[in-house]
T-cell receptor, first 113, second 114 residues
Framework: DVKVTQSSRYLVKRTGEKVFLECVQDMDHENMFWYRQDPGLGLRLIYFSYDVKMKEKGDIPEGYSVSREKKERFSLILESASTNQTSMYLC????????????FGPGTRLTVT | GNSVTQMEGPVTLSEEAFLTINCTYTATGYPSLFWYVQYPGEGLQLLLK?????DKGSNKGFEATYRKETTSFHLEKGSVQVSDSAVYFCALSDLGAAGNKLTFGGGTRVLVKP
């Protein structure tokens, strides 16, 4: 069965902290994505990666960076967390050429105080 | 750029009622259209898709028809169940654009009461 897992379901961090969100998929997918989900705004793409060590900016990359050292793992990094980064973060993966069928993890609800 | 507009929720219905969620889009190319569903506490999952004009996608009793003339992709189900309570997202993928990204609408929360 297809599976995308995220390291935490809930996370509380302080302003200015460095935050790591981890995502692992077991489907051998080349493509991986990070989104944030906010009420009324839907999902907005932060970054995506189509291969190991490759990354592309999405629609809202400011304040975030990513790392993809292994095919199955895609990390989202908040270099200095701010309160406006309080959100639900969703990771997804897909096969190349089938980016419409993305498999999502359950999400990490991050609160920055 | 591409955009997707959905009706705002929440939509509250009784079991066995008819459900419609409106979705319209703006796209520069010839997009494929999708509905994703997010059940409580879970990630999104693909519900149905349509890749060209007049295609009808269907799954689990849900249907949506790709209407190019009205740039719409409304989701319908004839008789909802409590288990259909979820957030529904309309999305498009412009396969001609670099990166083949998905663009999502704001989501519509549906609550079905027994």
């Amino acid at each position: 069965d297809v599976k995308v897992t995220q390291s935490s379901r809930y996370l509380v961090k302080r302003t200015g902290e460095k935050v790591f969100l981890e995502c692992v998929q077991d489907m051998d997918h080349e493509n991986m994505f990070w989104y944030r989900q906010d009420p009324g705004l839907g999902l907005r793409l932060i970054y995506f990666s189509y291969d190991v060590k490759m990354k592309e900016k999405g629609d809202i990359p400011e304040g975030y960076s990513v790392s993809r050292e292994k095919k199955e793992r895609f990390s989202l990094i908040l270099e200095s967390a701010s309160t406006n980064q309080t959100s639900m973060y969703l990771c997804a993966s897909s096969l190349p050429g089938q980016t419409y069928e993305q498999y999502f993890g359950p999400g990490t609800r991050l609160t920055v105080t | 750029g591409n955009s997707v507009t959905q009706m705002e929720g929440p939509v509250t219905l009784s079991e066995e009622a008819f459900l419609t969620i409106n979705c319209t889009y703006t796209a520069t190319g010839y997009p494929s259209l999708f509905w994703y569903v997010q059940y409580p506490g879970e990630g999104l999952q693909l519900l149905l898709k349509a890749t060209k004009a007049d295609d009808k996608g269907s799954n689990k009793g849900f249907e949506a028809t790709y209407r190019k003339e009205t740039t719409s992709f409304h989701l319908e189900k004839g008789s909802v169940q409590v288990s259909d309570s979820a957030v529904y997202f309309c999305a498009l993928s412009d396969l001609g654009a670099a990166g083949n990204k998905l663009t999502f609408g704001g989501g519509t929360r549906v609550l079905v009461k027994p």
